[in-house]
């Protein structure tokens, strides 16, 4: 069914409320529309559609942006709680190419449970006419786990993939471009529905330092915040250079140090941490960006890493911060519009809204974005793709990124019970 492109003048109420405990366990089993944005137990979930509106092609985040500008011109909002998720959010993600189907949503639930620094709230979203008063929350019987009767090739094989790789890697050496990112996508099948709260749950519980994510059937777990912006500061976590983790604690130090040496590694890195400080800096008056990347440890990989800050000069919303960092080099390359090109030629598959934003932004603009990394979007209640990226460049070998990607499918394949 189309979402709405209107929207009914919203009538938002946040209440504080006592510690409800796990957050994803208060998601109905029944729930419409479940959403989530979770990071160490903290942030929110909800469910329920006061309003929302799909939007497509070049214009998906300038015709959202200027959809919720209506909606908070028009909403009646009281909060008790003036923290990050309380008062009237939106919720969102976007495809990662301007012609993808996909394209872009944003989503007003009708019921928020949030907390923040010890302090919890519920927030409701109704219209005028039909106002409704706090839901019982209470812990939803533990979700089944899906019956996984088949994993299989995406686009491309696993060989095919690789080869389409190893044709990248000559393009870059013969000077076409610095770098470009190749994802691969997996097809789970299940012979009953998944529910989303299994996988959200699993994702939390094993990847607390990520932020879970649930926004119209995209579901994952991303260690990249593209952007946050609160009280005019925005902040930028790159991600950009991966090793696979072996479990052995003192052989993992030494492959965070090797990966902190690696030329290849450092060579992407910089491109991206490059492309992020360029289309953050025409809109901060300063900017911090640090000279070396520091080793950010997760369970299943490490990534080189670096935080990028600034200062706003301007009163631009956090949607359309991520807008103009999108698409970064961590997602899609360097020059973009050469390594765009080249994944539309290469890759065979639409990517949908895998590596482009996803998160939210309340009334005043602020909010969080991440990528949409180390995720999966249902396509059927029985059917989910997953993908995977790496960055290739000229020193890039197509059999090591085949394992690269296969690392990165890992948190999905566990969350979903079909191994690593």
């Not at 908070?72 to 495809?95: H, K, N, T, Y």
């Not at 696979?244 to 941490?273: C, F, I, M, N, P």
Request: glycine share 10%; with cysteine; net charge negative.
């Amino acid at each position: 069914m189309p979402l709405p492109q209107s929207h009914p003048a919203l009538v938002v109420r946040s209440v504080r409320i006592p510690d409800p405990g796990d957050l994803v366990s208060l998601i109905p089993a029944d729930a419409e529309a479940p959403v989530c944005w979770l990071r160490e137990g903290d942030g929110f979930v909800g469910w329920g559609t006061a309003t929302a509106i799909q939007t497509e092609g070049t214009s998906r985040f300038a015709d959202a942006e200027q959809w919720w500008r209506g909606v908070v011109e028009d909403a009646v909002v009281r909060s008790q709680v003036d923290l990050p998720g309380a008062g009237l959010i939106a919720v969102g993600s976007f495809a990662f190419a301007a012609a993808s189907e996909a394209g872009g949503v944003l989503h007003v639930p009708s019921i928020v449970v949030g907390r923040q620094h010890d302090v919890a709230w519920v927030t409701t979203v109704s219209t005028a006419a039909g106002l409704s008063g706090a839901p019982e929350l209470g812990a939803s019987e533990c979700p089944d786990a899906p019956r996984i009767s088949e994993v299989g090739d995406g686009a491309l094989s696993g060989s095919q993939w690789t080869a389409a790789v190893g044709a990248a890697v000559e393009r870059i050496q013969s000077g076409g471009l610095d770098k470009v990112v190749m994802a691969r996508d997996v097809v789970v099948r299940s012979e009953t529905a998944i529910d989303p709260r299994y996988l959200l749950r699993n994702l939390s519980d094993a990847y607390p330092n990520t932020w879970t994510y649930s926004v119209d059937g995209l579901i994952g777990a991303t260690p990249e915040m593209l952007l946050r912006r609160q009280k005019g500061l925005v902040t930028s976590r790159v991600l950009a250079g991966t090793i696979r983790r072996t479990g052995d604690d003192e052989h993992d130090l030494a492959l965070a140090a090797s990966l902190a040496r690696s030329s290849k590694d450092l060579e992407e890195h910089e491109y991206a941490v490059r492309s992020v400080a360029d289309a953050l800096s025409p809109h901060c008056s300063s900017m911090n960006v640090p000279e070396s990347p520091f080793v950010l440890h997760l369970p299943n990989v490490m990534h080189l890493a670096t935080d990028v800050a600034g200062v706003l000069h301007e009163d631009v919303s956090s949607l359309s911060l991520a807008a103009s960092l999108h698409p970064s080099a961590a997602v899609c390359g360097t020059p973009t519009l050469a390594a765009r090109d080249l994944i539309a030629e290469l890759e065979q598959m639409d990517r949908g809204r895998y590596a482009g934003p996803v998160g939210w932004l309340d009334a005043a603009g602020d909010g969080e974005w991440g990528i949409a990394l180390r995720c999966g979007e249902l396509e059927t209640p029985s059917q989910m793709r997953l993908f995977a990226g790496c960055g290739i460049v000229a020193g890039s070998e197509p059999e090591s990124e085949l394992t690269e990607s296969d690392a990165k499918l890992v948190p999905m394949r566990q969350a979903l019970g079909c191994g690593a």
